[in-house]
Structures are given as structure tokens and as C-alpha cells.
């Protein structure tokens, strides 16, 4: 079974700042991929960031980029020049490389942006 | 771009009836899945769909679910005798086949509120 942990229910950050959302995980797979996505208030659940396992490199788009140790199992969202649009739920999550596996969530991290 | 559509958006039931969602997932994909999140609650997978057949339930989807793909098209999950604590988001999502990037692409929800 795979779990994954998000310990920060909340955090808030001002505009133009940065913030780190955290995600631990845990898989008896080698072979996997991590996720974030963004939940806004209109609640349709949007990808943010895609990780390999077998990658190194961390992944980055655009303001978004990851820290991805696999060793340990840390997977954390950072976020640079945070701007009010980004205020939303964000859920850490993992699959199996399977065809049909299933996602496994975090409970989120809620973000407030700040003025 | 292509989406999932789920219908309806908010649906409001009385205990004990029968209750329909509906998902059409993006055409050429071929894994579906529904989720749960109770509100203020982490996402849950109830199920996973490939081949016309279940790949993998969780302990919620009980005897009271089940999910039929009638057409070709619709992906719909039923809920036969509903409870109060049914009450909750549904998400729908599809993967398209083989291993891919492993993104699941999810549709807006239903709420479902049970009276």
C-alpha cells in the first residue's frame, strides 16, 4: 500500500514570496510517480507539477519546481513569486507505473496568499 | 484541449433513493476512476474501471456502489440507497492506456448532499 503524508494543513505566504509546501510518501514500488495539484475554490482538481521516479533532475514549470529526494522519500512544492491566483488546496499524490493503478492523495495543504 | 464532464454539478437527494452520477471521460482514454472527498477531507479513490470490468475497489465501495460504462461514451457510478455520510464531492478521472506520464485527468465533481 502507498500513503502520503502532508503535515502542513495550512500556510500562508505574501505575494511575490516563496513557500515550500512538504510531502512525504511511502511505496514498496521503485518505479512511480509523484504529483501535485491545485484545488481552487472551484474545486476541479488541476495538475501543477509531474515527477518521475526514475529522474533525478527535479521537475520545474514555470514559478512551480519540485525538491525530490528519493532516498527519503520528500517530494515538496515550491513555490516562488506566489501570486494571489495561487491561493487554493494543494494535494501531494502518487501512482504506480501500472496501467491501471490508482492515485493516492495527501490531505492537503490549504494555501492563503496575502497581500 | 480535451476534459472530463461530470453531470450534475449538485445533486440533492433524500436518504434511502437511488442516485446516478455521470462521467464522460476523455475519448481515447481507457482507464476511468472515481473519487470521494467529503468535504474538508482528503480525496479518496473508490474505484478504478478498465476493460469494462473493476481493476481495484476500496473498502467504501460497498454493495451499495457500482459503476457501469453503458455506451461506449458515459462512465457512471450509482448509489443505490443513499446515506447522510454519501453526502460529499465525486470526482471522476481518466488515464489514457499503457504507462504513459501516469496523469490522471479529472473532471469538475458532483456534490452530492443527502437530506
Known amino acids: 500500500a502507498q500513503t502520503v503524508t502532508q503535515s502542513q494543513p495550512e500556510m500562508s505566504v505574501q505575494e511575490a514570496e516563496t513557500v515550500t509546501l512538504s510531502c512525504t510518501y511511502d511505496?514498496?514500488?521503485?518505479?512511480?510517480?509523484l504529483f501535485w495539484y491545485k484545488q481552487p475554490p472551484s474545486r476541479q482538481m488541476i495538475l501543477v507539477i509531474r515527477?518521475?521516479?526514475?529522474?533525478?533532475q527535479n521537475a520545474t514549470e514555470n514559478r512551480f519546481s519540485v525538491n525530490f529526494q528519493k532516498a527519503a522519500k520528500s517530494f515538496s512544492l515550491k513555490i516562488s513569486d506566489s501570486q494571489l491566483g495561487d491561493a487554493a488546496m494543494y494535494f501531494c499524490?502518487?501512482?504506480?507505473?501500472?496501467?491501471?493503478?490508482?492515485?493516492?492523495f495527501g490531505t492537503g495543504t490549504r494555501l492563503q496568499v496575502t497581500l | 484541449e480535451p476534459e472530463v464532464t461530470q453531470t450534475p454539478s449538485h445533486q440533492v437527494t433524500q436518504m434511502g433513493q437511488e442516485v446516478i452520477l455521470r462521467c464522460v471521460p476523455i475519448?481515447?482514454?481507457?482507464?476511468f476512476y472515481w473519487y470521494r472527498q467529503i468535504l474538508g477531507q482528503k480525496v479518496e479513490f473508490l474505484v478504478s474501471?478498465?476493460?469494462?470490468?473493476?481493476?481495484?475497489k476500496s473498502e467504501i465501495f460497498d454493495d451499495q456502489f457500482s459503476v457501469e460504462r453503458p455506451d461506449g461514451s458515459n462512465f457512471t457510478l450509482k448509489i443505490r440507497s443513499t446515506k447522510l455520510e454519501d453526502s460529499a464531492m465525486y470526482f471522476c478521472?481518466?488515464?489514457?492506456?499503457?504507462?504513459?506520464?501516469?496523469?490522471?485527468?479529472f473532471g469538475e465533481g458532483s456534490r452530492l448532499t443527502v437530506l
Open positions: 478521472a481518466s488515464k489514457s492506456s499503457g504507462r504513459g506520464t501516469g496523469e490522471l485527468f
Open positions: 511505496t514498496s514500488e521503485s518505479d512511480y510517480y
Open positions: 515527477q518521475e521516479a526514475y529522474k533525478q
Open positions: 499524490a502518487i501512482i504506480n507505473t501500472g496501467t491501471a493503478s490508482k492515485l493516492t
Open positions: 475519448s481515447n482514454h481507457l482507464y
Open positions: 474501471f478498465y476493460n469494462n470490468e473493476i481493476s481495484e
